[in-house]
């Protein structure tokens, strides 16, 4: 079984239990309805051009292992509160999250305290049966999320009635197409698009883009894998944003970086240490290829630890040097390119996905739909990578829909070319920030500054 088996197979065993020690029809009978409107809250955010954030409380979960067990629930509440959010999660698996109908309680009465403007409060769980819905608002819940991936449609649109026939809102989540053409008949106003696969936790911040083309008259709210302003700048076009792991590891006051509104630089070709800081650019890419003048010496990589916003960058590499490399250093984001490697290849790596693409025809567009879902950023290039190229003027349309960093030929004198796409999102350079063929401090520092003022 994969693991979102595993879960369903345990949450089974629980509703069993749950029957035994509760009576269905005393908790139908005493449940109140919830006054406020999740649907009517984020139609409001939409409405004044505001995020929606949710913000989980979380303790752990199967692919992180412990988070914060020893986190202090009213206090983490709190910081949401004041932080922005305008909803809280909290988690009431046990086995596989560490959450509890005592932890939804708990959060309720926090929340309650703090007056009727006060973040809506979800239940979140593997929900299979209407005694949890049940469960979760006489504990204090204003919404609950279903997961489409293990309802058959006619299971969801059931408990969904049930929920908001006592005011509840329903956060409907998907992962896949599969998924959503699956429930897309169903009149269900928010969907959740999770950037993490639950059978197999790895993760995609592109797939909610992918997805929400699909959905253009609903909200749509990014699930998973957003844990700083890099992150957010590939899902920012969602209309919410539910983030557990990197607020509960970061903290609650971390919610107020990620709305960054600068460009992104990613400074490729970095060969020395000294270039090693967060501060030099917002990525730094570092070449494996064996076809490049800028391969990093593994000496270097040997005797320095790997920072956090360093890209390893392949091409034409063995996939074996490949995953080799990766097992070898612990980057947290990979740059490959599209042809290069094959979806099922980029599928077998667990880590950040940035997917080149060397632009030379439509047809190289295209072909990126392939690639699509799987990925977290693009990065378009011009037709000889490397070579300092341009992508031929208007070959990439201003409304390419996915977020990308545009690269080729691009230097501190050309970045006002970012403006005319609506989802660049920054820029990738290389030969534009040498001088002889070295890297140059102070050419990256021109390229920050012109960013900071487009």
Same mark, same amino acid.
């Not at 977020?403 to 350079?429: E, W």
């Given at each position: 079984? &994969?693991?979102?088996?595993?879960?369903?197979?345990?949450?089974?065993?629980?509703?069993?239990?749950?029957?035994?020690?509760?009576?269905?029809?005393?908790?139908?009978?005493?449940?109140?309805?919830?006054?406020? %409107?999740?649907?009517?809250?984020?139609?409001?955010?939409? %409405?004044?051009?505001?995020?929606?954030?949710?913000? !989980?409380?979380? @303790?752990?979960?199967?692919?992180?292992?412990?988070?914060?067990?020893?986190?202090?629930?009213?206090?983490?509440?709190?910081?949401?509160?004041? +932080?922005?959010?305008?909803?809280?999660?909290?988690?009431?698996?046990?086995?596989?999250?560490?959450?509890?109908?005592?932890?939804?309680?708990?959060?309720?009465?926090?929340?309650?305290?703090?007056?009727?403007? @006060?973040?809506?409060?979800?239940?979140?769980?593997?929900?299979?049966?209407?005694?949890?819905?049940?469960?979760?608002?006489?504990?204090?819940?204003?919404?609950?999320?279903?997961?489409?991936?293990?309802?058959? +449609?006619?299971?969801?649109?059931?408990?969904?009635?049930?929920?908001?026939?006592?005011?509840?809102?329903?956060?409907?989540?998907?992962?896949?197409?599969?998924?959503?053409?699956?429930?897309?008949?169903?009149?269900?106003?928010?969907?959740?698009?999770?950037?993490?696969?639950?059978?197999?936790?790895?993760?995609?911040?592109?797939?909610?883009?992918?997805?929400?083309?699909?959905?253009?008259?609903?909200?749509?709210?990014? !699930? =998973?894998?957003?844990?700083?302003?890099?992150?957010?700048?590939?899902?920012?076009?969602?209309?919410?944003?539910?983030?557990?792991?990197?607020?509960?590891?970061?903290?609650?006051?971390?919610?107020?970086?990620?709305?960054? =509104?600068?460009?992104?630089?990613?400074?490729?070709?970095? @060969?020395? +240490?000294?270039?090693?800081?967060?501060?030099?650019?917002?990525?730094?890419?570092?070449?494996?290829?064996?076809?490049?003048?800028?391969?990093?010496?593994?000496?270097?990589?040997?005797?320095?630890?790997?920072?956090?916003?360093?890209?390893?960058?392949?091409?034409?590499?063995?996939?074996?040097?490949?995953?080799?490399?990766?097992?070898?250093?612990?980057?947290?984001?990979?740059?490959?390119?599209?042809?290069?490697?094959?979806?099922?290849?980029?599928?077998?790596?667990?880590?950040?996905?940035?997917?080149?693409?060397?632009?030379?025809?439509?047809?190289?567009?295209?072909?990126?739909?392939?690639?699509?879902?799987?990925?977290?950023?693009?990065?378009?290039?011009?037709?000889?990578?490397?070579?300092?190229?341009?992508? !031929?003027?208007?070959?990439?349309?201003?409304?390419?829909?996915?977020?990308?960093?545009?690269?080729?030929?691009?230097?501190?004198? &050309?970045?006002?070319?970012?403006?005319?796409?609506? &989802?660049?999102?920054?820029?990738?350079?290389?030969?534009?920030?040498?001088?002889?063929?070295?890297?140059?401090?102070?050419?990256?520092?021109?390229?920050?500054?012109?960013?900071?003022?487009?």
């Amino acid at each position: 079984m &994969n693991i979102l088996d595993t879960i369903t197979a345990q949450k089974r065993i629980e509703i069993a239990a749950l029957y035994q020690s509760n009576d269905l029809e005393t908790l139908k009978s005493a449940t109140k309805p919830t006054t406020r %409107s999740f649907y009517n809250d984020i139609a409001a955010a939409h %409405s004044e051009k505001q995020p929606f954030f949710i913000c !989980e409380f979380k @303790r752990k979960s199967p692919s992180e292992g412990w988070i914060n067990a020893d986190a202090d629930l009213p206090k983490q509440v709190q910081a949401y509160a004041q +932080a922005g959010a305008k909803a809280i999660s909290v988690l009431t698996d046990t086995p596989f999250f560490g959450g509890s109908y005592q932890d939804l309680e708990l959060a309720a009465t926090t929340l309650h305290e703090l007056g009727e403007n @006060r973040p809506l409060l979800l239940q979140k769980d593997f929900i299979l049966d209407e005694i949890q819905i049940y469960k979760a608002r006489a504990a204090g819940a204003d919404l609950i999320l279903l997961i489409a991936a293990i309802l058959t +449609a006619d299971q969801l649109q059931y408990l969904k009635d049930i929920a908001e026939s006592v005011g509840m809102g329903v956060l409907v989540e998907v992962h896949d197409n599969e998924e959503l053409q699956k429930i897309q008949h169903l009149d269900f106003p928010v969907l959740g698009i999770n950037n993490r696969d639950l059978k197999v936790f790895r993760t995609s911040l592109n797939r909610v883009n992918v997805l929400k083309k699909q959905s253009p008259h609903r909200f749509i709210i990014s !699930e =998973s894998g957003i844990y700083n302003y890099r992150d957010f700048a590939v899902v920012r076009n969602a209309d919410g944003f539910l983030i557990g792991t990197g607020l509960m590891r970061a903290g609650a006051a971390s919610l107020s970086a990620l709305q960054k =509104s600068k460009y992104l630089f990613k400074a490729c070709g970095i @060969r020395t +240490a000294d270039l090693f800081q967060e501060n030099t650019a917002d990525f730094i890419g570092i070449n494996f290829s064996p076809m490049s003048k800028r391969r990093m010496p593994l000496e270097i990589l040997d005797q320095n630890p790997i920072p956090s916003h360093a890209v390893a960058v392949f091409y034409q590499n063995d996939p074996a040097e490949i995953h080799a490399i990766l097992k070898r250093y612990p980057f947290q984001r990979v740059q490959l390119y599209a042809g290069d490697v094959t979806p099922e290849f980029i599928r077998s790596i667990r880590k950040k996905i940035l997917l080149a693409a060397r632009v030379r025809t439509q047809e190289d567009l295209d072909d990126l739909e392939n690639y699509a879902a799987d990925i977290d950023l693009f990065i378009l290039d011009g037709p000889d990578p490397g070579s300092g190229t341009q992508v !031929e003027n208007d070959l990439i349309p201003t409304d390419f829909p996915y977020p990308f960093l545009l690269a080729g030929g691009m230097h501190s004198g &050309n970045l006002d070319r970012l403006t005319k796409y609506q &989802n660049c999102i920054g820029v990738d350079m290389a030969s534009g920030i040498e001088t002889d063929h070295v890297v140059d401090a102070e050419k990256i520092g021109a390229v920050v500054k012109k960013l900071e003022r487009l």
